[in-house]
C-alpha cells in the first residue's frame, strides 16, 4: 500500500492531480481544500499523504484502484474516520470536503448542523448521523489542523494534542482547554514537553487572575 508519494506537480484538475516521480505518473485524486491549496504549486516538488481504494461494481468485476493525497497525515486521518460514518464513504467524502478539515471538526465538535448540511452530498439527516458519531472523537482535529503548519511557538503536534487530553482530564471542557492552549501559544514561546506545557498554561492563567 502506498501511504506517501512524493513528486513533481504536473497538473492540477478539477478535482484530481498529476504527479511525476521519476519515469511515471500518478493520477491522485484530491478533496477540493486540498486542490485549492496545490494549484499554485504546478512545476515543484509535492508530497501527499495518500488513501488507496478501489472504485467500480465488484459484482461485474470492474474494479479501478484509486488513491486520494492530503497534505497532511491528520488531514489523512480525518478523512479516513468521516468516511466511517455509515452512508458516506470515500466518494461523497471526498465531494464534500470543500472546508478545511478543521472547519468541518468544529463544526462536527460545536454540533453546527447547518455547516455540515451546507457540504455537497451532505444534507439534513447526514449532518446529524456525523454528529452523532463523531462528535467525541474530532476536538483534535479542530484543535490541530489549522497549526498543522509550523506555529509561532514552535510545539509540537503531539504535545499539544497530550497537552489538551491531559486538561480534559484535569476537568477542563473542550472549549476551555483549547482557550488554555491558544493562550499559551500566544506567547510564542517553546514546550518541549507536556509538563511543561501545562505549568506554563497555569502560570499564564493565575497571572491573568491576579
Not at 63 to 87: A, H, K
Not at 108 to 119: A, C, G, T
Not at 157 to 173: A, C, I, K, Y
Not at 193 to 206: C, K, N, P, R
Amino acid at each position: 500500500m502506498i501511504t506517501k508519494i512524493t513528486g513533481q506537480l504536473l497538473h492540477v484538475f478539477e478535482d484530481e492531480i498529476t504527479l511525476g516521480v521519476d519515469a511515471f505518473e500518478y493520477e491522485v485524486r484530491v478533496p477540493e481544500f486540498t486542490r485549492r491549496q496545490l494549484q499554485g504549486n504546478v512545476g515543484q516538488k509535492v508530497s501527499l499523504f495518500t488513501i488507496e481504494y478501489l472504485e467500480g461494481n465488484p459484482m461485474q468485476g470492474r474494479m479501478t484502484p484509486r488513491m486520494i493525497g492530503f497534505l497532511s497525515e491528520i488531514e489523512r486521518e480525518f478523512f479516513d474516520l468521516f468516511c466511517s460514518v455509515d452512508g458516506v464513504g470515500v466518494k461523497k467524502a471526498l465531494r464534500s470536503m470543500v472546508r478545511p478539515v478543521n472547519e468541518v471538526a468544529t463544526a462536527i465538535e460545536e454540533q453546527d448542523k447547518s455547516v455540515l448540511s451546507s457540504l455537497p452530498g451532505i444534507g439534513d439527516a447526514m449532518a446529524e448521523r456525523i454528529i452523532a458519531k463523531l462528535r467525541r472523537k474530532v476536538p483534535k482535529f479542530a484543535l490541530l489542523v489549522a497549526r498543522d503548519v509550523p506555529t509561532a511557538a514552535d510545539v509540537p503536534r503531539n504535545v499539544v494534542e497530550d497537552t489538551f487530553t491531559v486538561l480534559r482530564q484535569l476537568g477542563h471542557s473542550e472549549s476551555e482547554a483549547k482557550r488554555l492552549i491558544d493562550g499559551a501559544l500566544a506567547t510564542k514561546k517553546k514546550f518541549a514537553d507536556v509538563e511543561t506545557f501545562i505549568q506554563a498554561i497555569y502560570q499564564l492563567s493565575h497571572g491573568k487572575k491576579s
